[in-house]
């Protein structure tokens, strides 16, 4: 069985379980330990900035303990912004963070595989380290994440890239990452890029990237 085989036997009902209790846990060490390989969060917002008009509204799928949507409330001081994970333990940490807040940050718990309106509301929808956990699912999250957008809008993404060390590999999968390459291809078939880098994670162990698209309209 190939890796990209084994990632079809799970249900996205069966996921979503195994990723709540794999948060349950983590959830209380995720802002103290996260910060030495989640890599480019930070530069993938100061790169969205710089683009014009800003984002009026702002969706994150995955926002965890809220760490993001703290830096995008500060780059964008007049965005409405909607946070969404499937972890209510943290959401819960992300409710007390972002208490200072209050009416301009929405947090939803729930799994995104459909749109999160009826129709397109958002300016800007960022996944960071969300979807390469999406598994099965992240196809089906990035197409979401489009019918979200207003036209012009833009998709985020910075996550896991690939690694050459299939025991890497083997023990990202035992945390629920997928990292053989697979999403910056299907992003760029889905979102022509505006930005799109990749980048080497100590001393090559592994790539990651970003990647800003603009959906087509005006």
Known sequence: MNSSDSWSLATPADHTAVLSRYYRWHARLYDATRWSFLFGRTALIQSIARLSPPPGRILEIGCGTGA????LAHQFPDAAITGLDLSSDMLARA????????????????????????????????FSYCLSMINPGWEQAMEAALRDLRPGGRLAVVDFHDSRFAGFRRWMGVNHVRIDGHLLPRLNALCPPVEQIVRNAYGGGWRYFRFIGQKPGS
């Open 68 to 71: 993001n949507l703290l830096h």
């Open 95 to 126: 409710r007390r963070k972002l208490a200072a807040h209050p009416g301009r940050i929405t947090l939803i718990q729930w799994r995104y595989d459909q749109p999160l309106n009826p129709r397109p509301t958002f300016d800007l929808v960022v």
